[in-house]
């Protein structure tokens, strides 16, 4: 059973970068696409992004120019940054696994809120 | 965007009763069309897949339907744990999009 973990600051100040880390036990990581969906307090999903296991990424085109999702294999984890974030970026950030060949997210993470505030 | 709406936002039922969710994408999506239950305070959790196949695990009780850009979750015999929110999520194109959500209360 593929199990996520979300970990990493809750606090945030503004204009500073997000970085939250999952990290997945139960199955290899070979072949998925490993992802982030955000929701912000009593709203409902967004898609953030994903990395592919070979390396190749895709975004939210609303979020492009501030996130970067990156992998590190050897330790089982992927990782997230969102960089000169404001308070519309305070959410429950999930991650998840995409499955190879439908852009569905099969297991999720418990979630971790992010709050943004000074 | 591939625009999903949702209706209703809000559902009041009682258990046993058969209830409809609908879900419209504002252009074609094919099949493409996922269905998510979300407890509180819990993460979404994957119940039916391709607009109509449901996944492992899931009680038959759930199933899905597809008309064009009209989609349909349909519990058909309400338990007290199917008093969540439902979303829908189109995975035709990026950026991947849900819907606003249908929250299922108990009436």
């Known amino acids: 059973q593929v199990q996520l973990h979300e970990s990493g600051p809750g606090l945030v100040k503004p204009s500073e970068t997000l970085s939250l880390t999952c990290t997945v036990s139960?199955?290899?990581?070979?072949?998925?696409?490993w992802g982030w969906i955000r929701q912000p307090p009593g709203k409902g999903l967004e898609w953030v992004g994903y990395?592919?296991?070979?390396?190749?990424?895709y975004y939210n085109p609303s979020l492009e120019s501030r996130v970067t999702v990156s992998l590190d294999t050897s330790k089982n984890q992927f990782s997230l940054k969102l960089s000169s974030v404001t308070a519309a970026d305070t959410a429950v950030y999930y991650c998840?696994?995409?499955?190879?060949?439908?852009?569905?997210?099969?297991?999720w993470g418990q979630g971790t809120l992010v709050t943004v505030s000074s | 965007d591939i625009q999903m709406t949702q209706s209703p936002s809000t559902l009041s039922a009682s258990a046993g009763d058969r209830v409809t969710i609908t879900c419209r994408a504002s252009q074609s999506i094919n099949s493409w069309l996922a269905w998510y239950q979300q407890r509180s305070g819990k993460a979404p959790k994957l119940l039916i897949q391709?607009?109509?196949t449901i996944e492992s695990g899931v009680p038959s009780r759930f199933s899905g339907s597809a008309s064009g850009t009209d989609f349909t979750l349909t519990i058909s015999s309400l338990q007290p744990d199917d008093f969540a929110t439902y979303y829908c999520?189109?995975?035709?194109?990026?950026?991947?999009?849900f819907g606003q959500g249908t929250k299922l209360e108990i009436k």
């Open positions: 990395i592919h296991y070979s390396g190749s990424t």
């Open positions: 139960g199955d290899s990581m070979s072949g998925y696409y």
């Open positions: 999520q189109q995975y035709k194109s990026y950026p991947y999009t």
């Open positions: 391709k607009a109509s």
């Open positions: 998840a696994r995409r499955r190879p060949v439908a852009g569905l997210f099969d297991y």
